[in-house]
T-cell receptor, first 113, second 116 residues
Framework: DAKTTQPNSMESNEEEPVHLPCNHSTISGTDYIHWYRQLPSQGPEYVIHGLTSNVNNRMASLAIAEDRKSSTLILHRATLRDAAVYYCILRVRGGTSYGKLTFGQGTILTVHP | DAGVTQSPTHLIKTRGQQVTLRCSPKSGHDTVSWYQQALGQGPQFIFQYYEEEERQRGNFPDRFSGHQFPNYSSELNVNALLLGDSALYLC???????????????FGPGTRLTVL
């Protein structure tokens, strides 16, 4: 499986934008980029995913580099509830890797009031 | 919609014992995946069940086994417990007759297993 690299931790202030980076230099052409987050004492929850184009939903935006070797999850206005571990995950189409999520260490996001 | 539910919430066992964890998927979902999350680590994929069969398996020994019932609920069984099996066990469900990389997995709150 292609690997992702994320910073161990990041900090933000409430109501400010947060940009969470992810490097995936070995991504293949059909790999989707998924983001999940895990709030304290909860299971992970889906945030957003994309393939080539930037994506927006009610939770966040996903900016994908033109060469697809990196991506950035954008929280437009961080709230205290956004404090969580954020995981960048590549989903492989086909082969034997479909279905499973391969989590790394993720980025611990701390949001200050 | 109750979402994904897991039972029990917490469990304490001793080395060598066996344990069964249970998962009910989100309404309408037909696929269940199990993950193990050690403290401070990301979840690790154990296996996935679809149509009552194990479809995919991660790098876990045969002591870890599972089952899926006709109503899509699932059990995770771990035999001969080791201290290293202490972890949060997460169940995730999805709707994926033919899963592709766009399917979303919904996770339950997990079962915290402590092996003494």
């Amino acid at each position: 499986d292609a690997k992702t690299t994320q910073p161990n931790s990041m900090e933000s202030n409430e109501e400010e934008p947060v940009h969470l980076p992810c490097n995936h230099s070995t991504i293949s052409g059909t790999d989707y980029i998924h983001w999940y987050r895990q709030l304290p004492s909860q299971g992970p929850e889906y945030v957003i995913h994309g393939l080539t184009s930037n994506v927006n939903n009610r939770m966040a935006s996903l900016a994908i580099a033109e060469d697809r070797k990196s991506s950035t999850l954008i929280l437009h206005r961080a709230t205290l509830r956004d404090a969580a571990v954020y995981y960048c995950i590549l989903r492989v189409r086909g082969g034997t890797s479909y279905g499973k999520l391969t989590f790394g260490q993720g980025t611990i996001l701390t949001v200050h009031p | 919609d109750a979402g994904v539910t897991q039972s029990p919430t917490h469990l304490i066992k001793t080395r060598g014992q066996q344990v069964t964890l249970r998962c009910s998927p989100k309404s309408g979902h037909d696929t269940v995946s199990w993950y193990q999350q050690a403290l401070g680590q990301g979840p690790q994929f154990i296996f996935q069940y679809y149509e009552e069969e194990e479809r995919q398996r991660g790098n876990f020994p045969d002591r870890f086994s599972g089952h899926q019932f006709p109503n899509y609920s699932s059990e995770l069984n771990v035999n001969a417990l080791l201290l290293g099996d202490s972890a949060l066990y997460l169940c995730a469900s999805s709707l994926a007759g033919l899963p592709g990389p766009t399917d979303t997995q919904y996770f339950g709150p997990g079962t915290r297993l402590t092996v003494l």
